[in-house]
């Protein structure tokens, strides 16, 4: 199955990166679906602690930002295991007890009711609509414009996420957004989800 390549190819590229500093490229024999198509990727590494799978880096897109599926995962294999704020880098000592994912994601679709989500199937992002305001100290305007939009992001079928209003609450806490006081829009999506297991 293609999705086996895919995830060696996560997997080499951080322990390339780890040796050598270096970025590799997909093999000249890799599947052809991987390098002629575009979409977002999500890069997931867990370690097992004590017969339990621990969350180690998770980083990716959910809109395509390189030229194919095979560099955007390469790339975000090395973000998830190196630049992930939430965790140290990872040691290349590490890499024997990491198990890699690999999640495709479709392109994102406005939901227009909350009926449509299902936190099994599908991931969701949330972003918040901009604001227009201005801010003045005295007399003098120091700012004029529309508020940056926050957005956040959760993949499908996570453990302790089970409805749709957690799926929500937890995507709104890491865009920063309240969902009680700020509007905002949910797109869904769906992944092809690739793991070493």
């Not at 089970?162 to 869904?188: G, H, M, R, V, W």
Request: glycine share 6%; with cysteine; aromatic share 8%.
């Amino acid at each position: 199955m293609a999705g086996k390549e895919l995830v060696e190819l996560a997997k080499n590229a951080v322990k390339v990166y780890l040796r050598e500093g270096k970025k590799i490229l997909p093999p000249e024999e890799f599947p052809e679906e991987f390098l002629k198509k575009k979409a977002g990727v999500f890069v997931s590494l867990h370690k097992v602690k004590n017969g339990q799978e621990v969350l180690r880096g998770c980083i990716g897109t959910y809109l395509p930002t390189k030229e194919n599926i095979a560099l955007e995962t390469i790339e975000n294999a090395i973000l998830a295991a190196t630049e992930d704020p939430r965790f140290e880098p990872l040691m290349i000592e590490e890499l024997p007890e990491i198990i890699f994912t690999v999640y495709i994601l479709s392109s994102p679709h406005l939901v227009k009711e909350i009926k449509e989500l299902d936190p099994k199937k599908f991931g969701i992002i949330v972003k918040s609509l901009p604001i227009k305001y201005k801010a003045v100290r005295g007399k003098e305007v120091i700012f004029d414009g529309l508020s940056p939009e926050k957005t956040g992001i959760l993949l499908p079928d996570l453990e302790g996420i089970d409805t749709i209003e957690d799926q929500i609450l937890i995507a709104c806490q890491k865009a920063n957004i309240d969902p009680f006081s700020e509007d905002f829009l949910i797109y869904k999506f769906e992944v092809q989800k690739f793991t070493e297991k």
